[in-house]
């Protein structure tokens, strides 16, 4: 394939920014493998990525993923490379936010965010590092969020996890070989199904509020495809991508 076309590896692809991501990449011309698990959401996604991705030579391949799962997420990098015989991007966007206060005390879902947002992005290092070592290339995207910035009521853990995410993928950025790039990309309030998760109900009232200005996820697929795009030389190392009016 033309050396600008890459393969990429897109968790969390079944809506929201990891559509908006694969989509967008698709359409770049890259060959994306999208994972989630809803594979319904994924297949109707290569149904209407298909002809743009046809005209620019691009594909989607949906692809079933657990984050959570370790053996699961290895699956996902082998099926890339047994497609298409290499992995040049792994974009690790799986997340989940069901925001509370810590005395709501509700600790699975503090649990469930900890399993998605930190160990499923270490599970995406540990299968792609390799890979990316053997051949001598690769390019880590790491999709954080302003929470990985700031800490607000109600998101005390949810911003936890999102500092881990960044200061994790910073570590990878100065540990890795220089021949492996590393992006941390942080999308302020973003339209999604992110807070539809939310069961407190004073956290559920104050995200109403907070989401009055959104901005579309294709903003956040456009700065990924920004970092992508680079010569291999240069490194886009923090993105921050905000509605005007979040300061």
Sequence with gaps: ???DRKVVLVTGASSGIGAAVATRLAADGHQVVAGAR???RLQALAETTAEAADRSGGDLLPVRLDVTDRADVADFVQAARDRHGQVDVL????????????????VDEWDRMI???VRGLLHGIA???PVFTAQGSGHFVTVASTGAHEV??????HCGTKYAAR?????LRQESAPFIRVTTVSPGVVTSELADTITDPKAAEAMR???????GPDAIAGAVSYALAQPHDVDVNEIVVRPVHQR
């Design 167 to 171: 200061a994790i993928t910073e570590g």
């Design 115 to 117: 399993d998605v947002n």
């Design 209 to 215: 509020a907070y989401r009055a200005h959104a901005i």
């Design 38 to 40: 809803r594979t319904d």
């Design 91 to 106: 974009v690790s966007n799986a997340g989940v936010m069901p925001l509370s206060r810590l005395d709501s005390l509700l």
């Design 1 to 3: 394939m033309p050396t």
């Design 152 to 157: 607000v009521p109600t998101a005390a853990v």
């Design 127 to 129: 299968a792609a590092l």
